[in-house]
Nanobody
Framework: QVQLVESGGGSVQAGGSLRLSCAAS????????VAWYRQAPGKQRELAAR???????DYADSVRGRFTISRDATKNTVYLQMTSLKPEDTAVYYC??????????WGQGTQVTVSS
């Protein structure tokens, strides 16, 4: 089993910052990528940022330059540093880990609310 626990969500004003954490535990072998997705009310879940096993990263156009994904392998934790937040960043943010032999696993999500 794989468990993902997100934390760090909350309510901020536009222009503020938050740092999300995704702590993984369990049978974590063969990680291909860890990603942050987000889902706003009434919209489909979308990729916000992803970090590959080799360390390369990619971002949605809407967050590039404002969000930074990083990892701490010693803690089995991936972070999403979000700066210059906008009301349109309001969503539930989900962590996803993709294992080579077992597919993807999701966390429970953490709410981020940005007020104007």
């Amino acid at each position: 089993q794989v468990q993902l626990v997100e934390s760090g969500g909350g309510s901020v004003q536009a222009g503020g910052s938050l740092r999300l954490s995704c702590a993984a535990s369990g049978s974590i072998v063969g990680v291909n990528a860890v990603a942050w997705y987000r889902q706003a009310p009434g919209k489909q879940r979308e990729l916000a940022a992803r970090i590959m096993k080799g360390g390369s990263t990619d971002y949605a156009d809407s967050v590039r330059g404002r969000f930074t994904i990083s990892r701490d392998a010693t803690k089995n934790t991936v972070y999403l540093q979000m700066t210059s937040l906008k009301p349109e960043d309001t969503a539930v943010y989900y962590c996803n880990i993709y294992l080579a032999s077992r597919g993807g696993f999701w966390g429970q999500g953490t709410q981020v609310t940005v007020s104007s």
